[in-house]
T-cell receptor, first 116, second 113 residues
Framework: DADVTQTPRNRITKTGKRIMLECSQT?????MYWYRQDPGLGLRLIYY???????NKGEISDGYSVSRQAQAKFSLSLESAIPNQTALYFC???????????????FGQGTRLTVV | AQTVTQSQPEMSVQEAETVTLSCTYD???????LFWYKQPPSRQMILVIR??????QNATENRFSVNFQKAAKSFSLKISDSQLGDAAMYFC??????????FGKGTRLHILP
C-alpha cells in the first residue's frame, strides 16, 4: 500500500460544484502539503499544515480551503469549482523539523481534476 | 521571496551521453535543503537526489550527481550514461527553514535512442 494515498485519482466535475480531494498518510509525518501542477508552471503550493492546529496559505490559496482532520488526513476543497482549476493536484508529506535525516517530500499519486 | 528557477523547459540527450539540468534559487537563508525530483509519464514524483546546504561535498546517487555552488545559488543535476528510462520531467526544489517546500517549473528531458 502507498504511504501517501490520494482519492480520487481522477475526477470530472461541473462548474460551480463543491468538490473535496482527500489525502491520507501512514508515514507519521507532521508536515502535509497540497500542490497544484499545471504545464509550464511546475508545482505551486496551495496550502500546508504542520499539525492539526496549524494551517498556512501557500502561493495560490484563493478558491481553495483545507481541513486537517487528524495528523494522517489533510483534505483540499474547492468550494465552487471553476474551469481554470483544472489541473493535477498532489498531496505531499514531510518529516520535520529541518534537521531530521529525511527532509524530502513524499508524494501521493496525484488527482487529475477536470472542471467543465 | 524564495524562488526556484529552471531555465531550460526542455532538453534532449543521446542515449549513453551525459546531460546537465540547471537550477538556480534565491534565498537569504543559510541552512536549507535542495532536491531534484523526477516525474515520469506515470506522474509519480520520485526523489532523485538531495543536498544539504551546510555540506560542501556534492551529493551523488549512482549515475546522478549535483554541482552545488552555494555562493552562486546554483544546483545543477548531471545524469551520466543516460538511459531511456531517464526520460521524464525533472523538478528542482528548495526546502526552507520553516519547512515550506518550493518547486521550479520543471525541465522535460528527452532521451534519443
Amino acid at each position: 500500500d502507498a504511504d501517501v494515498t490520494q482519492t480520487p485519482r481522477n475526477r470530472i466535475t461541473k462548474t460551480g460544484k463543491r468538490i473535496m480531494l482527500e489525502c491520507s498518510q501512514t508515514k507519521g509525518h507532521d508536515r502535509m502539503y497540497w500542490y497544484r501542477q499545471d504545464p509550464g508552471l511546475g508545482l505551486r503550493l496551495i496550502y500546508y499544515s504542520f499539525d492539526v492546529k496549524d494551517i498556512n496559505k501557500g502561493e495560490i490559496s484563493d478558491g481553495y480551503s483545507v481541513s486537517r482532520q487528524a495528523q494522517a488526513k489533510f483534505s483540499l476543497s474547492l468550494e465552487s469549482a471553476i474551469p481554470n482549476q483544472t489541473a493535477l493536484y498532489f498531496c505531499a508529506t514531510s518529516e520535520g523539523p529541518l534537521d531530521r535525516a529525511n527532509t524530502e517530500a513524499f508524494f501521493g499519486q496525484g488527482t487529475r481534476l477536470t472542471v467543465v | 521571496a524564495q524562488t526556484v528557477t529552471q531555465s531550460q523547459p526542455e532538453m534532449s540527450v543521446q542515449e549513453a551521453e551525459t546531460v546537465t539540468l540547471s537550477c538556480t534559487y534565491d534565498t537569504s537563508e543559510s541552512d536549507y535543503y535542495l532536491f531534484w525530483y523526477k516525474q515520469p509519464p506515470s506522474r509519480q514524483m520520485i526523489l532523485v537526489i538531495r543536498q544539504e546546504a551546510y555540506k560542501q561535498q556534492n551529493a551523488t546517487e549512482n549515475r546522478f550527481s549535483v554541482n552545488f555552488q552555494k555562493a552562486a545559488k546554483s544546483f545543477s543535476l548531471k545524469i551520466s550514461d543516460s538511459q531511456l528510462g531517464d526520460a521524464a520531467m525533472y523538478f528542482c526544489a528548495y526546502r526552507r527553514r520553516d519547512d515550506k517546500i518550493i518547486f521550479g517549473k520543471g525541465t522535460r528531458l528527452h532521451i534519443l535512442p
